[in-house]
């Protein structure tokens, strides 16, 4: 890919798009790869670059799919034999015994995961603040003065990524609009900073609004561990150990199993926007376009798709 290669990682850092950054340390031929060639691979299993023939291929697309959904690095050697216990070297057997041999570094590139901050209060200023120094892109809101409760929750929910990280810190004065727009995100987290007699307040109103209790059950209050913080600062370093706690320590997904057609008519399919396995018949969020049904984990992303279909069908992400 020569020079290609650097411009072409540009564009991914620019977008944020996740990606494996895969190089060749070491090489012994017949092998075709040879040291310094890289290759992107894309969680879809899409490969840019050339990093070994068609034995190698597959094993490192794998591999890179792996190391994109735990987010660890990986050395592998493939070759028709085994290179000899190295400490941090995975060995895999080539399929198909050419006699040459390859050693990848599998990169995971993936974007600082998204906290969206709720509230003007002292502690949401505190946690916007402290938050970008472990690793998260912060998004704050808040309701502007002579702003009405619809444009809020427009707006904030336009400004949300599915499966982002919420803590809303408004001290009531609008809690309730702004977590009933969030819980539609389907956040990894949603912290409230209350006590829990106001999180049970809040309950009990959007219960009368109709959501359900096993969407009520998501929202975290207190927001935090219990390290018996009472500043500002002391909070928001409450909540952001919550966070680093959830987000290092949760054991990463099963892929999912593809259901038997005789067992179940139910199909998975891959949001086109945001890459979520979502089941086709169990989604709200649906569009048809050019008579297939495109199915959404949110609604958020539906309407970006509805909004420019062409942008999403063929990348390698839509639905089959």
Same mark, same amino acid.
């Given at each position: 890919?020569?020079?290609?290669? &650097?411009?072409?990682?540009?564009?991914?850092?620019?977008?944020?798009?996740?990606?494996? +950054?895969?190089? %060749?340390?070491?090489s012994?031929?017949?092998?075709?790869?040879?040291?310094?060639?890289?290759?992107?691979?894309?969680?879809? !299993?899409?490969?840019?670059?050339?990093?070994?023939?068609?034995?190698?291929?597959?094993?490192? %697309?794998?591999?890179?799919?792996?190391?994109?959904?735990? !987010?660890?690095?990986?050395?592998?050697?493939?070759?028709?034999?085994?290179? !000899?216990?190295?400490?941090?070297?995975?060995? &895999?057997?080539?399929?198909?015994?050419?006699?040459?041999e390859?050693?990848?570094?599998?990169?995971?590139?993936?974007?600082?995961?998204?906290?969206? %901050?709720?509230?003007?209060?002292?502690?949401?200023?505190?946690?916007?603040?402290?938050?970008?120094?472990?690793?998260?892109?912060?998004?704050?809101?808040?309701?502007?003065?002579?702003e009405?409760?619809?444009?809020?929750?427009?707006?904030? &929910?336009?400004?949300?990524?599915?499966?982002?990280?919420?803590?809303?810190?408004?001290?009531?004065?609008?809690?309730?609009?702004?977590?009933?727009?969030?819980?539609?995100?389907?956040?990894?987290?949603?912290?409230?900073?209350?006590?829990?007699?106001?999180?049970?307040?809040?309950?009990?109103?959007?219960?009368?609004e109709?959501?359900?209790?096993?969407?009520?059950?998501?929202i975290? %209050?207190?927001?935090?561990?219990?390290? !018996?913080? +009472?500043?500002?600062?002391?909070?928001?370093?409450?909540?952001?150990?919550?966070?680093?706690?959830?987000?290092?320590?949760?054991?990463?997904?099963?892929?999912?199993?593809?259901?038997?057609?005789?067992?179940?008519?139910?199909?998975?399919?891959?949001d086109?926007?945001?890459?979520?396995?979502?089941?086709?018949?169990?989604?709200?969020?649906?569009?048809?376009?050019?008579?297939?049904?495109?199915?959404?984990?949110?609604?958020?992303?539906?309407?970006?798709?509805?909004?420019?279909?062409?942008?999403?069908?063929?990348?390698?992400?839509?639905?089959?």
């Amino acid at each position: 890919m020569g020079d290609k290669i &650097w411009q072409r990682l540009a564009e991914l850092e620019a977008t944020g798009q996740p990606y494996a +950054l895969v190089t %060749v340390v070491r090489s012994r031929k017949p092998s075709s790869a040879r040291p310094g060639m890289r290759a992107v691979v894309f969680a879809d !299993g899409t490969m840019e670059g050339f990093v070994g023939g068609q034995c190698t291929r597959p094993v490192v %697309v794998k591999a890179a799919q792996e190391a994109l959904r735990t !987010g660890e690095g990986r050395l592998l050697h493939i070759g028709a034999e085994p290179a !000899g216990a190295r400490e941090g070297l995975e060995e &895999w057997i080539m399929a198909c015994a050419s006699g040459g041999e390859v050693e990848v570094f599998i990169e995971p590139r993936l974007p600082d995961p998204v906290l969206v %901050v709720v509230g003007d209060t002292p502690v949401a200023k505190e946690l916007a603040a402290l938050a970008p120094e472990v690793g998260f892109e912060v998004r704050s809101f808040r309701l502007n003065p002579g702003e009405t409760a619809e444009n809020f929750r427009a707006r904030l &929910w336009g400004s949300v990524p599915c499966e982002s990280y919420a803590v809303v810190a408004s001290q009531g004065e609008y809690d309730e609009e702004a977590v009933a727009v969030l819980l539609e995100t389907k956040p990894r987290y949603l912290g409230l900073v209350a006590s829990a007699r106001r999180g049970e307040v809040l309950r009990a109103s959007l219960t009368q609004e109709g959501l359900p209790s096993a969407v009520l059950d998501r929202i975290t %209050v207190p927001a935090g561990l219990s390290i !018996g913080a +009472l500043t500002p600062v002391e909070i928001a370093v409450a909540i952001l150990a919550q966070l680093i706690a959830l987000r290092r320590n949760t054991p990463p997904a099963e892929e999912p199993k593809p259901a038997s057609p005789a067992m179940s008519s139910t199909r998975t399919v891959v949001d086109p926007v945001c890459g979520m396995s979502v089941i086709l018949e169990e989604t709200p969020y649906q569009f048809v376009y050019r008579g297939q049904a495109f199915g959404f984990c949110c609604r958020g992303c539906r309407d970006k798709f509805a909004a420019d279909p062409e942008r999403f069908v063929g990348t390698g992400t839509t639905n089959p």
